[in-house]
């Protein structure tokens, strides 16, 4: 009986803890290890330099969902939220430089700013360090009904158009 019902408690610890597993790669595509990692708190090295260093931000103008203008004509978007909420738990006042794509390029290779968002095929690799993904973006490629691709895999050798600045 005692056997049973310890095997039954295992088995349901076994079974949310896989749920909460596939919940955490659904929601933010990472395992626990990655989770545990993000999670932790800034090291006091980290701390100092940005209670010491005034940062500015770059952001493209008008990229969604990065950045854009909300109806009031006011910024808005993921990155300027996160700049803002990671502003007031550092207790520094950071800055957010909107600006066209190769402009913020340059003010980033110039140290006009010191943090940006751009692509890793934008800035050679050896020369900056990139963090992990802010977003992973998914989407779709849509035929007509009476296409002859029947699988993602045949479009080996097709080229396709994309929006400008969007990148598969």
């Not at 900056?128 to 849509?142: N, R, S």
Request: net charge negative; proline share 2%; glycine share 4%.
């Amino acid at each position: 009986m005692k056997r049973s019902i310890s095997l039954t408690m295992a088995a349901a610890v076994l079974i949310i803890w896989l749920g909460a597993s596939i919940n955490m790669m659904i929601r933010y595509n990472m395992d626990w290890i990655d989770y545990t990692k993000y999670s932790m708190d800034l090291t006091p090295s980290q701390k100092e330099y940005f209670s010491k260093a005034h940062i500015t931000c770059g952001v493209q103008y008008n990229r969604l969902p990065i950045s854009f203008l909300n109806e009031e004509q006011q910024n808005d978007g993921i990155f300027i939220d996160f700049i803002n909420l990671l502003s007031v738990e550092l207790e520094n006042d950071m800055d957010i430089k909107l600006n066209q794509e190769s402009n913020l390029t340059r003010d980033f290779e110039t140290g006009a700013i010191q943090a940006a968002i751009v692509d890793k095929s934008q800035l050679p690799a050896e020369d900056f360090l990139f963090t992990e993904p802010l977003y992973i973006m998914h989407g779709k490629i849509l035929v007509k009904e009476n296409s002859s691709f029947d699988n993602i895999n045949q479009l080996a050798d097709v080229r396709i158009a994309v929006e400008e600045g969007d990148q598969l």
